[in-house]
């Protein structure tokens, strides 16, 4: 069994050196869907490797948490982990944590004041940004929508589950 503690270190070291001096660098985009860099996918690739250490092509689920944390993510519970474990045997394959890294990395991009939540002022900052004609009270729809909990926000596992739920994830 591989060490997760050591693992995770290493996750974090890496991704956080390498994202750090990414700044000035010209970025390889991805020929695929994917709104990652190919520098962004291969850094995420080494992250998920480091739990994959057999060469299998999947981790662990309960690996998951411990490598979503070292790529600088905080979940707030793990019901969202049990929802990627499509096929119910107890493992994720690279795509799905790609996915899963690349939501985390949307998510942070709505949340541009870092607490936590998609609020409406987030929702509302970013429809401008991409010059949507919503509404106000159809951005507080969505929110309300999302909103699980009911605290006025999106936080990051509410919205992972909107978009498994909607398929945009996959």
């Excluded at 591989?2 to 956080?16: D, L, V, Y």
């Excluded at 990627?84 to 949307?106: P, Q, R, S, Y």
């Excluded at 942070?108 to 870092?114: I, Q």
Aim: net charge negative; glycine share 8%.
């Amino acid at each position: 069994m591989p060490n997760r503690s050591g693992n995770a270190t290493q996750a974090k070291t890496h991704f956080s050196a390498s994202t750090s001096s990414r700044g000035s660098s010209k970025r390889k985009k991805r020929k695929t869907g994917s709104k990652l860099t190919l520098e962004q996918e291969e850094e995420i690739r080494e992250a998920f490797n480091l739990f994959d250490p057999d060469g299998t092509g999947v981790m662990d689920v309960k690996d998951l948490k411990v490598a979503i944390h070292a790529l600088g993510f905080e979940p707030k519970d793990e019901g969202f982990i049990n929802e990627v474990d499509h096929h119910e045997n107890g493992t994720i394959n690279f795509e799905t944590f790609l996915a899963i890294v690349e939501t985390k990395m949307i998510f942070n991009l709505f949340d541009d004041d870092a607490t936590g939540k998609i609020t409406f002022k987030n929702l509302k900052r970013v429809a401008k940004e991409l010059g949507e004609d919503i509404t106000d009270d159809q951005l507080r729809e969505m929110i309300e929508e999302a909103d699980l909990n009911g605290d006025g926000g999106v936080d990051q596992d509410e919205f992972i589950r909107l978009l498994a739920k909607t398929n945009l994830s996959n």
